[in-house]
């Protein structure tokens, strides 16, 4: 008689290092979340006594949301034209869904849960399995990389007092990012491997079309450059007249939303992003550091609402189904 117990714990151990794992990025994301929450609270506490009116301009409000959800729709017509690059198409509603869906996980400990979702919701919509998993892969490396040039690209001149100091640690990760993009096509198959090892996913290993690269990077630079005038709309319509070019506020939200999104540990990069996002607002001038904690936490509520809502509206009209185990 054989004895299958060697099969059975085989196919269950990477379950349980995934629910340790995932246990463990929520339990690592709470204790920085707090270390951050409480170096906001303090920076409030020293500045609330400070007065401040606050009439918000709705209209601008508004017109930054519609800026955001243009962007949106950019990012998820410059996916579909990616997955065209592998001879792989899909509308561009279904692709919207997918796009929106996925991005819930982002709220989940660990951004690769939203690679994944958007890889295998791609996958059951009939997009190749090489197609799915490298565009969201390609995708998202390609939008940290072209987020952290753009932020270094539009706040040269104020380089040195966001690196506090740090300029050649600037320059050189700025180079280092180009590179890796150039990179991709050659590096992006290990990359695949990796994310085969954390997912426990057989994720398909492939050449990567250059053409799917120069898209990707094409779509995320009109992007981040949308963001920002998105962002300066908000701020304006929140604290109303403010110093900042229109660089300058490109600089904020690219710079606080990478290293936001880098740290993996924390959901959709709370507290960092917040943290770093008030800390370029007051050291690019362009607003109070009372009126930098008033933005951080209104922005914050403003784009998780724009974020999710598209999200929610799909799963409310069309739940995603998976397939049965047999």
């Not at 606050?54 to 949301?65: N, Y």
């Not at 990012?75 to 929106?100: H, K, P, V």
């Not at 690769?112 to 009939?126: C, L, N, P, V, Y």
């Not at 753009?150 to 590179?179: F, K, N, P, Q, Y």
Request: with cysteine.
């Amino acid at each position: 008689m054989l004895d299958t117990t060697p099969t059975f714990t085989e196919s269950r151990s990477p379950g349980r290092r995934s629910n340790l794992w995932l246990a463990a990025q929520f339990v690592i994301a709470a204790i920085v979340v707090s270390f951050i929450g409480k170096a906001l609270v303090s920076q409030w506490r020293a500045v609330r006594g400070v007065p401040l009116h606050i009439v918000p301009d709705w209209r601008l409000i508004l017109a930054g949301s519609a800026v955001v959800w243009c962007t949106f729709a950019l990012l998820i017509e410059t996916w579909r034209r990616m997955l065209a690059a592998w001879d792989s198409t899909i509308g561009f509603s279904q692709a919207a869904r997918i796009w929106s869906v996925s991005n819930l996980a982002r709220y989940v400990p660990g951004n690769i849960w939203q690679i994944g979702a958007m890889a295998t919701m791609a996958e059951g919509a009939g997009v190749s399995p090489v197609a799915a998993a490298g565009s969201a892969i390609l995708n998202t490396v390609v939008n940290i990389a072209v987020g952290f040039l753009v932020a270094i690209a539009a706040g040269w001149r104020s380089l040195d007092r966001l690196s506090h100091g740090h300029v050649a640690w600037g320059i050189g990760l700025a180079t280092l990012a180009l590179a890796g993009v150039a990179m991709l096509p050659v590096v992006l198959p290990y990359m695949l491997r990796l994310a085969r090892r954390l997912t426990g996913r057989a994720l398909a290993i492939a050449s990567i079309p250059h053409r799917a690269v120069y898209l990707s990077v094409v779509g995320n630079l009109f992007a981040w450059l949308m963001y920002g005038a998105a962002f300066a709309l908000f701020v304006h319509g929140v604290v109303g007249s403010v110093n900042g070019s229109y660089a300058a506020f490109v600089t904020a939200w690219a710079w606080a939303y990478v290293l936001g999104y880098i740290v993996l540990i924390v959901p959709a990069g709370i507290g960092v992003r917040d943290s770093a996002l008030a800390d370029v607002l007051t050291a690019l001038d362009i607003t109070t550091p009372q009126q930098a904690l008033v933005v951080v936490v209104a922005a914050r509520l403003w784009f998780t609402i724009l974020d999710l809502l598209p999200g929610f509206v799909y799963v409310a009209l069309q739940p995603p189904t998976g397939k049965r185990r047999q």
